[in-house]
């Protein structure tokens, strides 16, 4: 496999076009402050002035010295920000201002400045980075010991640790890195004559920080970091160019969360780039539980390895050198670096120390054992038991074994051979070790063996040891507490890790239970919310963008959850950005909450922010993973909802095209002829009143009266027609018992019909739809109101309710003419009035077209039968949905 | 009741006010007319009325606010008036602490029995009922015990719980919130479910056809009303 495929070229040519655009960045690079670094970048930004290219300075510090301000006369400056921190005042460079102002070249200088707190970023190189992200160039600087892979290496060469680091994935986004060089001897001259600018506080580490040899050495860095990059320019140049290239086999480190697992990322690092190789860091979780240190080491490795352009893996199993064998040949891994680990000398003798087993199974693999700084971890896995009583504890137990089987042996003295008391002895060492740990196991295995020696074996009352059976009886207590206290330990691995994965399984299949019970976003996020809040013990906020895009608080738990300006801040960031911001992480985290997005960048489905206690630490790496899963799963019900919100959405528009056409010609005939009689009964009553006897006043006052009730119903259709046309109609579901939507319509049709006969039949068990209710019973009301207006005088309507499998349907049987075969379908359809147009009384055909539009909104349809003999049936189905578990 | 009651309606359609005031008189009632809500306060203050009818939408201020000042210093019954469909505005001024509705437009007569029966439970009804009995239906609430046609009758603690609530509140509407927090706890106000099966169920022991009902009324959309099977 020398030439790489077609494919892997279009693609490296593909990237380095699109990196042509991203990666526009320029970094001056020096060996040691007061190289020049600022200096050269202001001559180049004074350079493309002249040639009339837009560039401003965003920020450089000239730190008093005059030739360096002199250049930036005549180029724009950015004012700062003010920030005040503690009390005092302080100016930064003011990100936001630099976005708005767009120029085409920005000067940023000082590349590993760290932020005052409040910022929208911690560090300044992240705000740069959005800067190149925005499209805008940035020329920056930076000191070579600055860089996050030679950090120990600056350590090592300076005795200085430095604190504000740039992770070397950031160089590589550069297109050009300049070298900004002075020999060491011109800058000790410099520094002589006060023109270094030094912090007042740093005086005392500067003559250590700036001998010679210092200099040399960081120099001699500066020089390999620029050459390594140029490689690696290089090497993309040529593959983009269908050059040949080795293919790259991925570098893996291993870490356990020792001191020196961040120390191997870096190696790992270090070898991957001089390789031109991926890289990743794993750590092989056996399910022991990890001591906080250690577990924060462990954290903050892979943090570090993620910052330096590195991919982290947990891996999860029991034998270690298996999980990372696996894990190599599954992604083509071809090296792999590891610490010398702490071996126990009984597991190396056996040939199973874990160097050893990655050596004997992993043969096609490369490995390399680190020699690890002096610094050697004292502190050893130390299990802790399920329900374990502690340290201190352990051992009184211990001993007390020891004497209860001293006690024992006292009373079976009598009846036993002095050689079976040892069995007495074997088994409190065996409980002890099962029960406990290695260490107390062979204390108990010693006490035992002193009191068996002194009180039972011959010569009594003396150490002394006469025959060989009680060596071996020596012997045996030992091997015995050794084997039993490796199964226990063993065992209570399993059993740990078992009860780790169980509870995040847990936690997850509940959520995933109370997701698919809420039918809507909103007791989605209620949901999620609380599983979240109660799975990662703290408080939860849900926000999503209301109307007007204005991001806001819509669940909670506990109910009463404020938000800071900072949190909103990062949730906004989040919610943008689909990343996560606020504690924990890189952006914003002056924000008190972890904010975690809950969709990808298309779907902005809000975010989820996380309090905790404020002085919790932060959360360990599994428990990051539990968050991040279940934020998952929250986000993608919710985009499930609304899914079924955009189907349910486009089943309203569909009914209400067919509604609006033929609206206004409707409007004339049922408006105008209830207001007809009732203005021409009324105005008869004001004129002729006196004259009028009493019984005819009455039945124009009851014209006026009715035709009112009339004008009401059709006004409500028509709001109803309305509504629907212009897609206002959201359907406000709740859980309804049909019976009472039943009850409901005929309750109405009884006030308009007092002599009407209605016979419902009901089934015994309670229905439960899942509807909005006013629009169902409207619909029924309609329907109903029909079929008593075509109802011969003393015939009943009868209303017919029974479940059909996961359907209800609803029968309005009435007794009339019947409607014709071939013009059943048709009634439904707006001012379709059956063959009697305005002959029939009142008769309007909207409200049949209403009710298919109420029914079809909801998911169910209406149609027209024959029925029973004579008359007609309409027949309403509706979905019957489950409901959420009965707690009646 | 030395003088006749004092009906206070603050609406500001002029031609329901009138008609109001004459079908009220014609009742024997007192009444005061305001057609905006700072006229309506500035009368409930100054006269006390026995009962208050207002208006949902009011030119000057919601309807609501108003009901919220009034509750500030009076427990003056109050009946809201409403449109039809708007569920969501009735169930928040019951919750806001209004004694009934009437749903837009409305016949004087539905009117006129819900402004006795909220003047009935003002003067006459003592504070806790601690037993109800109609002949067919008795329930003692001191003992938690119910009886139908002489029989006891045993509900499960939910069924007896809504029951219960809805006849401490006798000819009253009680809206579904009300029940579901009341007896399923605040976290269940959205479960309505829970509330329309226990209702179904309380129906079937009670031998109650929703559709003509004898004690359990259902106001679509809103809650549920206790009604004298009598």
């Keep these: 496999m020398s030439e790489p495929t077609r494919e ?153 640790t430095v604190r504000e680091t740039v992770p070397d994935a950031f160089l590589d986004r550069a297109r050009d890195i300049v070298l900004v060089d002075l020999p060491p001897r011109e800058l000790i001259q410099r520094l002589k004559q006060g023109k270094v600018y030094v912090p007042e506080t740093a005086t005392a580490a500067l003559d250590a920080f700036f001998s010679p040899t210092n200099l040399v050495a960081l120099r001699e860095l500066a020089v390999d970091t620029v050459a390594g990059h140029v490689d690696s320019d290089l090497r993309e140049h040529m593959l983009a160019r269908g050059g040949a290239m080795p293919v790259r086999r991925r570098v893996l480190a291993a870490i356990d969360g020792h001191s020196q697992s961040e120390y191997l990322v870096r190696i790992a690092r270090r070898i991957a780039e001089r390789r031109g190789a991926p890289w990743s860091v794993a750590f092989v979780d056996t399910g022991v539980a990890l001591e906080k240190s250690r577990s924060e080491r462990l954290d903050a490795a892979m943090r570090l390895a993620r910052r330096l352009g590195g991919d982290t893996v947990i891996l999860r199993g029991h034998a270690i050198a298996d999980e990372l064998i696996a894990h190599a040949d599954r992604e083509g891994i071809g090296q792999i670096i590891l610490g010398r680990t702490r071996e126990r000398p009984l597991a190396r003798m056996l040939g199973r120390s874990l160097t050893q087993l ?12 680190i020699a690890t700084p002096a610094e050697r971890a004292k502190s050893r896995l130390r299990l802790r038991m399920p329900g374990g009583t502690g340290r201190r504890g352990e051992y009184i137990y211990a001993t007390l074994a020891t004497l209860v089987a001293f006690g024992l042996s006292f009373i079976a003295d009598r009846y036993l051979s002095v050689a079976n008391l040892s069995l007495i002895f074997l088994t409190a060492v065996l409980v002890v070790a099962v029960r406990t740990r290695m260490a107390v196991a062979v204390y108990t295995a010693l006490l035992c ?77 209620r949901v999620g919310a609380a599983a979240l809040a109660h799975a990662m013990r703290c408080e939860v906020a849900v926000l999503a ?96 909802a609304r899914l079924a919100e955009e189907l349910e959405g486009a089943r309203v528009q569909g009914e209400t095209e067919r509604l609006r056409n033929a609206l206004l010609s409707s409007v004339s005939h049922d408006l105008r002829s209830p207001l007809a009689s009732m203005i021409g009964s009324a105005g008869t009553l004001s004129s002729y009143g006196d004259q009028l006897p009493p019984n005819e ?15 009401d119903r059709y006004i409500q259709n028509l709001l109803d027609m309305t509504r ?148 007609t049936t309409i027949r309403i189905t509706l979905p019957l949905p489950a409901p959420p578990s009965n707690h009646a | 009741m030395t003088s006749a009651p004092r009906v206070l309606v603050i609406d500001d359609e002029a031609q329901i006010r009138k008609f109001l005031d004459i079908g009220l008189r014609a009742e024997g009632y007192e009444v005061l007319l305001a057609a905006n809500a700072a006229d309506g306060l500035a009368l409930a203050a100054t006269r006390s009325p026995d009962l208050v009818i207002l208006d949902i939408g009011l030119p000057d201020r919601e309807g609501h606010e108003v ?164």
Aim: hydrophobic share 40%.
């Design chain 1, 697 to 711: 006043r009455q039945e124009l006052l009851e014209a006026i009266l009715g035709e009112g009730q009339r004008l």
């Design chain 1, 358 to 369: 990655l050596l004997r199974r992993g043969a096609h693999l490369e490995l390399t054992i």
């Design chain 1, 8 to 160: 892997a070229r279009a693609d490296a040519l593909l990237d380095s076009m699109q990196e042509e655009r991203t990666r526009r960045l320029k970094i001056f690079l020096g060996a040691a402050p007061g190289v020049g670094k600022t200096f050269a970048m202001l001559s180049a930004a004074r350079e493309l002035k002249r040639q009339g290219i837009d560039v401003v300075v965003g920020l450089v510090e000239t730190h008093g010295r005059q030739e360096t301000a002199a250049l930036l006369d005549g180029l724009e400056q950015l004012p700062r920000r003010a920030v005040n921190y503690k009390g005092r005042d302080f100016t930064e460079f003011d990100l936001d201002a630099a976005l708005a102002r767009r120029p085409d070249i920005i000067l940023v200088d000082e590349l590993a400045h760290t932020n005052l707190p409040g910022g929208r970023h911690e560090r300044r190189w992240q705000d740069i980075a959005e800067l190149l992200e925005a499209g805008i160039e940035v020329y920056t600087a930076l000191n070579v010991q600055h860089l996050e892979s030679l950090n120990d290496q600056v350590r090592r060469i300076t005795n200085v």
């Design chain 1, 545 to 640: 963008r209301d109307a007007s895009q204005v991001l806001r608080v819509v669940a909670s738990s506990p109910r009463d959850f404020d938000l800071t300006s900072q949190d909103l801040g990062a949730a906004e960031w989040s919610e943008k950005h689909a990343e996560q911001a606020g504690r924990f992480t890189d952006t914003l985290n002056a924000a008190p909450c972890w904010v975690l997005p809950l969709g990808s960048d298309e779907n902005h489905l809000g975010v989820a922010a996380l309090r905790f206690p404020s002085g919790q630490g932060e959360p360990a790496t599994d428990e990051r993973s539990l968050a991040l899963t279940m934020v998952q799963d929250i986000g993608q019900a919710l985009q499930r």
């Design chain 2, 67 to 230: 009901l919220a000042e009034l509750r500030q210093w009076t427990q003056v019954p109050v009946i809201m008036l409403s449109v039809r469909d708007a569920e969501s505005e009735k169930v928040k001024a019951l919750d806001a602490g209004a004694n009934d509705y009437v749903t837009k437009p409305f016949g004087i007569q539905e009117l006129m029995a819900r402004l006795r029966a909220l003047m009935r439970g003002r003067q006459g009804e003592p504070e806790a009922m601690q037993r109800y009995d109609d002949g067919r239906l008795a329930i003692d609430l001191g003992r938690r015990e119910v009886w139908l046609e002489g029989e006891p009758l045993s509900l499960t603690r939910k069924e007896y719980a809504v029951l219960a609530l809805l006849l401490r509140h006798a000819g009253r509407v009680v809206t579904q919130q009300q029940l579901l927090r009341e007896i399923w706890g605040a976290t269940h106000t959205h479960d309505s479910h829970y509330l329309r099966i226990v209702v179904g169920k309380l129906r079937q022991k009670l031998g109650d056809d929703p559709t003509t009902p004898r004690w359990l009324k259902t106001e679509p959309g809103v809650g549920y009303r206790f009604i004298s099977g009598s």
């Design chain 1, 449 to 525: 063996f002193i009191g068996y020696n002194f009180f039972f074996a011959p010569p009594r009352y003396t150490l002394m040891i006469a025959n060989f059976d009680d060596v071996l009886a020596v012997s045996l207590f030992l091997v015995a507490a050794l084997v039993a206290s490796r199964l226990a330990t063993k065992l209570a691995t399993q059993v740990e890790s078992l009860r780790m994965a169980h509870a995040q399984a847990r936690a997850l299949l509940a959520l995933g239970q109370r997701l698919s019970t809420s039918t809507d976003a909103e007791g989605i996020r």
């Design chain 1, 724 to 871: 629907l046309g212009h897609g206002t109609l959201k359907l406000n579901r709740d859980w309804t018992d049909a019976a009472e939507i039943v009850a409901a319509a005929t309750t109405r049709l009884r006030k308009l019909f007092p002599d009407l006969k209605v016979d419902i039949e009901l089934p015994p068990q309670t229905l439960l739809l899942y509807v909005h209710p006013a629009l169902i019973e409207q619909a029924l009301f309609n329907i109903l109101e029909n079929a008593a207006r075509f109802s011969p005088p003393g015939q009943a309507v009868r209303v017919v309710v029974r479940p059909k499998g996961e359907q209800i349907q609803i029968d309005v049987i009435d007794r009339g003419p019947g409607i014709p075969e071939d013009e059943r379908a048709r009634i439904f359809d707006m001012f379709y009035s059956v063959s009697r147009g305005d002959r029939a009384p009142q008769g309007t055909g909207l409200g049949l077209a209403i009710c298919r539009g109420m029914i079809g909104a909801h998911g169910g349809s209406v149609e027209a039968l024959p029925g029973d003999g004579i008359g």
